[in-house]
């Protein structure tokens, strides 16, 4: 079965470091987004992707970046992790059109020390 | 951009008892609507969708969801609530972005408690 998976599923960090979010779907989709969650925030998006080589800001995109260089993978970098990007970190996919449903991963839960 | 409120943070309802979450969106023309429900530790799995046509729509386990044009709203309801629907549940509307793709934009949850 078709199915997006983030690795790791759990991290941390200290401030300052460097640090890569895998996410990796199944589904042959076109479009890929990441969302970071919080306590009376909802999900919020970061960056997204319509194709390889295409990376868009969300509304939350300072100190995130994010390349598309095949359809299956959508790294999210934090270039300096900060204690403020601590969140659970969700990547999801959809098939491309402005009907389509998206489709999540489990979350990777980030802690920056 | 779009908005998407969901009034209620916590909701706690009797297990069998009806259920009703509340969703409120602002946008101008027919907007494409989704309910999403997260279990605890999981990612987000939908719940259904509204695009056009029939205001009632009908969802997975048993969840279904009205459209409301006049009162911008697209509530979830449930007849029976059972132990296991505890959990968060996000409306969320299909925004158009600065760049001109389309993104969801998410309420910020209503988690749901179901009481013995």
């Known amino acids: 079965d078709a199915e997006i998976t983030q690795s790791p599923r759990h991290k941390i960090t200290e401030t300052g470091r460097q640090v890569t979010l895998a996410c990796h779907q199944t589904w042959n989709h076109n479009n890929m987004f990441w969302y970071r969650q919080d306590l009376g925030h909802g999900l919020r998006l970061i960056h997204y992707s319509y194709g390889v080589q295409d990376t868009n800001k969300g509304e939350v995109s300072d100190g995130y970046s994010v390349s598309r260089s095949n359809t299956e993978d959508l790294p999210l970098t934090l270039e300096s992790a900060a204690s403020s990007q601590t969140s659970v970190y969700f990547c999801a996919s959809s098939e491309g059109g402005r009907r389509s449903e998206q489709y999540f991963g489990p979350g990777t839960r980030l802690t920056v020390t | 951009a779009q908005s998407v409120t969901q009034p209620d943070i916590h909701i706690t309802v009797s297990e069998g008892a009806s259920l009703e979450l509340r969703c409120n969106y602002s946008y101008g023309a027919t907007p494409y609507l989704f309910w999403y429900v997260q279990s605890p530790g999981q990612g987000l799995q939908l719940l259904l969708k509204?695009?056009?046509?029939?205001?009632l729509v009908q969802g997975i386990k048993g969840f279904e969801a009205e459209f409301k044009r006049s009162q911008s709203s697209f509530n979830l309801r449930k007849p029976s609530v059972h132990w296991s629907d505890a959990a968060e549940y996000f409306c969320?509307?299909?925004?158009?972005?600065?760049?001109?793709?389309?993104?969801?934009?998410f309420g910020s949850g209503t988690r749901l408690q179901v009481q013995p």
């Open positions: 509204y695009f056009s046509g029939d205001t």
């Open positions: 969320a509307v299909v925004d158009i972005m600065d760049t001109g793709r389309r993104a969801l934009t």
